[in-house]
């Protein structure tokens, strides 16, 4: 189970202890600010993408959305979001609980600057009854192969 894989991930961090688990769902932003108490703007949705035949996945605010023509500019293609299966096989985590944590080495992960306006937010931990609380430092470093803060969404911008 994918939890678990996140929660071994976690152990040599010392932080696998901060993993929630719900009796709900919180396979969505809306029902994870429900399962944990908070708006959903500070529910860390991870979104999974192809870049040259490469998985990768862009953590964001759950308030906004991806702006495509930043999302090229970026990354010199266009966005193309994995299906179901391919986060499955590709990522290791089923939508509704992939996360930025316990990924296969080729999986680089990307956080947008539309988390930096909170002091924690709350990503997926594997499952889609699941979140931890990290602040956007932790996030940084416990994301397995981090490359680099982005800008790519909108609708966020106060």
Not at 36 to 53: H, M, N, P, T, Y
Not at 56 to 75: E, L
Not at 83 to 95: F, I, K, N, P
């Amino acid at each position: 189970m994918s939890i678990e894989k996140v929660r071994a991930y976690f152990q040599p961090l010392g932080i696998a202890d901060r993993i929630r688990e719900f009796s709900t769902s919180s396979a969505t932003v809306e029902l994870a600010a429900a399962a944990v108490g908070v708006e959903g703007a500070r529910i860390a949705k991870s979104l999974s993408f192809q870049v040259d035949g490469a998985p990768i996945i862009v953590v964001a605010a759950g308030d906004c959305k991806v702006d495509n023509s930043r999302y090229k500019a970026q990354f010199h293609t266009k966005a193309k979001m994995l299906t179901h299966e391919e986060a499955h096989d590709r990522l290791g985590h089923d939508v509704g609980g992939v996360c930025p944590f316990a990924l296969p080495e080729d999986v680089k992960v990307y956080l947008d600057v539309s988390l930096r306006r909170f002091e924690t937010v709350f990503p997926a931990a594997g499952s889609d009854n699941s979140a931890v609380e990290l602040t956007c430092d932790e996030l940084e470093r416990y994301s397995s192969n981090f490359v680099s803060w982005v800008d790519v969404c909108k609708g966020w911008q106060e």
